[in-house]
């Protein structure tokens, strides 16, 4: 039972472009979203986050847009570089629970 | 700043085999977690811990055990091992002030573990 699910495994961008990750997710107690960032052999990494009393966090190249109608968020990455290649992950929680939800990843390719 | 530190990295284990995760971080963090990645899907909770002495299942936490005897160390224990528990380990720390807030979590490289 997926609560958060990215339903693109994979996505090729070329360098300078914008990419696009998506995030659905079904439990409607959610109230705050995240993304890490996981290259090969390493431990995911924190990028962004976005509370739900929010609908864009911008930090950088990086942006996340809530759309809480929809139960969908997405990550733009402006512009794309080789060094984003890795697998994206969307996490989300509920205030006072001590769990954060994964989806499965989109792992992204940057072509230079 | 080591961060948080996973041994073994990798492992094989024969079936029924026990062994031990280890896990450490030196940030002063109050909460750790143990997740497991299985291929092709999300992390998934085995246990979590608030602080030293207190610790509570996750959603997977069958053929787990886990104890914190003090703040720094986390460590994962697995009894009789089984295939079902070749994955890779992840373990988390965060610091956790109250209940509100994103919950940002700090995660080790990673331990994979193949049962046979």
């Known amino acids: 039972d997926q609560q958060v699910k990215q339903n693109s495994p994979s996505l090729s961008v070329q360098e300078g472009r914008i990419s696009i990750l998506n995030c659905d997710y079904t439990?409607?107690?959610?109230?705050?979203f995240l993304w890490y960032k996981k290259y090969p052999a390493e431990g995911p990494t924190f990028l962004i986050s976005?509370?739900?009393?929010?609908d864009k966090n911008e930090d950088g190249r990086f942006t996340v847009f809530l759309n809480k109608s929809a139960k969908h968020l997405s990550l733009h990455i402006v512009p794309s570089q080789p060094g984003d290649s890795a697998v994206y992950f969307c996490?989300?929680?509920?205030?006072?629970?001590?769990?954060?939800?994964f989806g499965t990843g989109t792992r992204l390719t940057v072509i230079p | 700043n080591a961060g948080v530190t996973q041994t073994p990295k990798f492992r094989i284990l024969k079936i029924g085999q026990s062994m031990t995760l280890q896990c450490a971080q030196d940030?002063?963090?109050?909460?750790m977690y143990w997740y497991r990645q299985d291929p092709g899907m999300g992390l998934k909770l085995i246990y979590y811990?608030?602080?030293?002495?207190?610790?509570d299942k996750g959603e997977v936490p069958n053929g787990y055990n886990v104890s914190r005897s003090t703040t720094e160390d986390f460590p994962l224990r697995l009894e009789l091992a089984a295939p079902s528990q070749t994955s890779v380990y992840f373990c988390a720390s965060s610091l956790r002030k109250g209940a509100t807030g994103a919950n940002v979590l700090t995660f080790g490289a990673g331990s994979r573990l193949t049962v046979l």
């Open positions: 996490a989300a929680s509920v205030t006072g629970a001590n769990n954060l939800f």
């Open positions: 811990s608030v602080g030293a002495g207190i610790t």
């Open positions: 976005i509370s739900s009393i929010k």
């Open positions: 940030m002063n963090h109050n909460y």
């Open positions: 439990n409607s107690m959610f109230d705050y």
